[in-house]
């Protein structure tokens, strides 16, 4: 499969935003027998609204444990992380689970929708977990599924949509809650070339829009599509700076 192309014409940096993340001498340990794995070795970076970052790495890089860190679905075995503020380095799990939910809409490589359920209630199950009323649940849910080029496709379920039409289905339910940032695992990973140009084309308009992009990727021709890369290798940060 080809990769998406990132486009060729020369493209804006819109003027950073307020701090969202702070990551300063982050570890993560892993025990695996009598082995101790070394994922993170002191990482630190900031990453403010407005920004459209990529954080790239081979396998074992460590890029993966960033990630977890970031969308607060773990935390360091040692360093500060600091989220809006808030120091999301040594909270409990139901407290991360709200910082998730509230703050980060997640996009997946495998798209992870619900089955039986078509799109409009995919989108809407973040404004449950948050106990936003069903009217206003399905007002938002219909915006965002509108916003993403869905409005005809609300009530079919996941069976009945290609492939590109699921990644945008999960764009929407990421974007539904309003999030200080949108964290991406590789989501053109299980498209076609064609599609995934689609799909990262609605990941600029999104940045255009103002919102806060973080994409994890092992591609770099879809890295390039954001206007800052990180690289990651043993661990560490091994650059940091603007996408050509």
């Known amino acids: 499969m080809t990769p998406p192309q990132a486009p ?3 493209r804006p940096v819109r003027a950073v935003g307020p ?3 702070s990551i300063e001498g982050v570890t993560k340990l892993y025990k695996m027998g ?3 794995i070394h994922a993170l070795r002191g990482v630190s970076l ?3 609204r407005n920004e459209y970052v990529a954080i790239m790495g081979p396998s074992g890089s460590g890029k993966s444990t960033l990630m977890n860190m970031l969308g607060c679905l773990d935390t360091p075995t ?3 992380y600091e989220f809006n503020g808030q120091n999301v380095a040594t909270m409990a799990d139901d407290d991360l689970a709200d910082i998730r939910n509230r703050e980060i809409g997640f996009v997946f490589q495998t798209f992870n929708l619900l089955a039986r359920s078509d799109s409009l209630k995919n989108v809407e199950l973040p404004l449950i977990y948050a106990g936003i009323a069903p009217h206003e649940r399905h007002r938002r849910a219909t915006e965002a599924l ?3 080029g869905l409005g005809e496709r609300i009530h079919h379920k996941p069976n009945e949509l290609s492939g590109g039409q699921r990644q945008r289905v999960a764009v929407a339910r990421a974007l539904v809650n309003r999030p200080s940032i949108i964290l991406a695992d590789e989501p053109t990973g299980n498209l076609d070339s064609k599609t995934g140009v689609e799909i990262m084309a609605l990941f600029d308009d999104l940045y255009e829009q103002g919102n806060t ?3 994890v990727t092992h591609e770099e021709s879809i890295a390039r599509h954001a206007r800052r890369i990180i690289r990651i290798h043993d661990g560490l940060i ?3 700076g603007p996408a050509d």
Do not use: F, Q, T, Y
Request: proline share 0%; hydrophobic share 50%.
């Open 19 to 21: 701090l969202v993340i």
């Open 213 to 215: 992009i973080i994409v």
């Open 34 to 36: 009598d082995e101790v």
């Open 78 to 80: 040692s360093g500060k």
């Open 146 to 148: 509108e916003s993403v």
């Open 46 to 48: 900031d990453i403010h």
């Open 8 to 10: 060729a014409e020369a």
């Open 238 to 240: 091994a650059s940091d």
